[in-house]
């Protein structure tokens, strides 16, 4: 099967930084009691894990960001093979909105905290064997309104939509894998009775707080990532290819397909 992957950026951030002038002075050693009341946090972290077969290195941003955004036609992993819903791609996403205009000034913007990259190795200590299986984007946490246009989707992804049911992508009979969003696809009916094209956003967190496992990877080869030390679980294997997991405190904003309106200002 002929395949090539196309990377496109999901996020577009920028980060203004200013510096006073440069001072010179003396250092000076301070007491234990006033060195008490001095604290402080790195803006980056690094941590590594293992699980015996993959070996991870995740860099952390230690910043609380809030964000307003509007993208269009994200598009990752695109393929050819008529394999499920013929050409296309891993995760078509045709509308993707951070925040919204149409509702209380909160819902202007949704919060993100802790965002990363984490780098997946196989066989460290080989240096024969070594190789890099890919990388995962995430956040240590997300909360507010996002709207959302899902036109297919590979991923673990559930959704609560109320009364009208769920969207669990594990229920789907490929498991989630290139799941075309036009139609409930589901193996277990009762268990997911709504189209990904029915959701038309999703509200991230609620009142116990952010939503806490969305990551977004890129793999050669199937990975089960470290237990989500947040929440406590541990997390569904990321397939090959494009994978989008976000399964945590996720509720629909509406089942009629309906992006929330997200004007600039003018």
């Given at each position: 099967?002929?395949?090539?992957?196309?990377?496109m950026p999901l996020l577009c951030m920028s980060l203004a930084l200013t510096g006073a002038p440069l001072a010179h002075a003396q250092g000076k050693p301070i007491g234990d009691e006033e060195l008490s009341d001095v604290w402080g946090q790195a803006?980056?972290?690094?941590?590594?894990?293992?699980?015996?077969?993959?070996?991870?290195?995740?860099?952390?941003?230690?910043?609380?960001?809030?964000?307003?955004?509007?993208?269009?036609?994200?598009?990752?992993?695109?393929?050819?093979?008529?394999?499920?819903?013929?050409?296309?791609?891993?995760?078509?996403i045709a509308k993707l909105q951070f925040g919204r205009t149409d509702g209380t000034l909160a819902q202007r913007t949704v919060a993100v905290t802790d965002p990363y990259i984490e780098f997946v190795y196989r066989n460290v200590a080989n240096s024969?064997?070594?190789?890099?299986?890919?990388?995962?984007?995430?956040?240590?946490?997300?909360?507010?309104?996002?709207?959302?246009?899902?036109?297919?989707?590979?991923?673990?992804?559930?959704?609560?939509?109320?009364?009208?049911?769920?969207?669990?992508?594990?229920?789907?009979?490929?498991?989630?894998?290139?799941?075309?969003?036009?139609?409930?696809?589901?193996?277990?009916?009762?268990?997911?009775?709504?189209?990904?094209?029915?959701?038309?956003?999703?509200?991230?967190?609620?009142?116990?707080?952010?939503?806490?496992?969305?990551?977004?990877?890129?793999?050669?080869?199937?990975?089960?990532?470290?237990?989500?030390?947040?929440?406590?679980?541990?997390?569904?294997?990321?397939?090959?290819?494009?994978?989008?997991?976000?399964?945590?405190?996720?509720?629909?904003?509406?089942?009629?397909?309906?992006?929330?309106?997200?004007?600039?200002?003018?």
């Amino acid at each position: 099967m002929n395949r090539t992957s196309r990377l496109m950026p999901l996020l577009c951030m920028s980060l203004a930084l200013t510096g006073a002038p440069l001072a010179h002075a003396q250092g000076k050693p301070i007491g234990d009691e006033e060195l008490s009341d001095v604290w402080g946090q790195a803006l980056f972290s690094l941590t590594n894990t293992s699980d015996g077969t993959y070996d991870f290195s995740r860099i952390t941003l230690n910043a609380d960001i809030k964000l307003n955004a509007n993208l269009g036609g994200v598009r990752l992993g695109e393929y050819t093979s008529a394999i499920r819903n013929g050409t296309g791609a891993d995760i078509d996403i045709a509308k993707l909105q951070f925040g919204r205009t149409d509702g209380t000034l909160a819902q202007r913007t949704v919060a993100v905290t802790d965002p990363y990259i984490e780098f997946v190795y196989r066989n460290v200590a080989n240096s024969s064997t070594r190789e890099v299986v890919g990388m995962r984007l995430g956040f240590g946490g997300i909360q507010g309104d996002i709207g959302l246009q899902m036109n297919a989707v590979s991923g673990s992804l559930l959704i609560d939509a109320g009364s009208s049911g769920t969207v669990d992508s594990r229920n789907d009979t490929l498991g989630g894998k290139r799941w075309d969003g036009s139609a409930a696809t589901c193996a277990n009916a009762a268990a997911c009775q709504v189209a990904l094209s029915q959701i038309g956003g999703v509200t991230a967190g609620n009142a116990s707080g952010a939503s806490r496992d969305f990551f977004i990877s890129v793999l050669k080869s199937a990975v089960n990532f470290p237990t989500n030390a947040a929440t406590g679980l541990p997390t569904d294997t990321a397939m090959a290819g494009f994978w989008l997991n976000w399964r945590d405190r996720l509720t629909a904003l509406n089942t009629t397909g309906t992006v929330p309106a997200n004007v600039g200002k003018k």
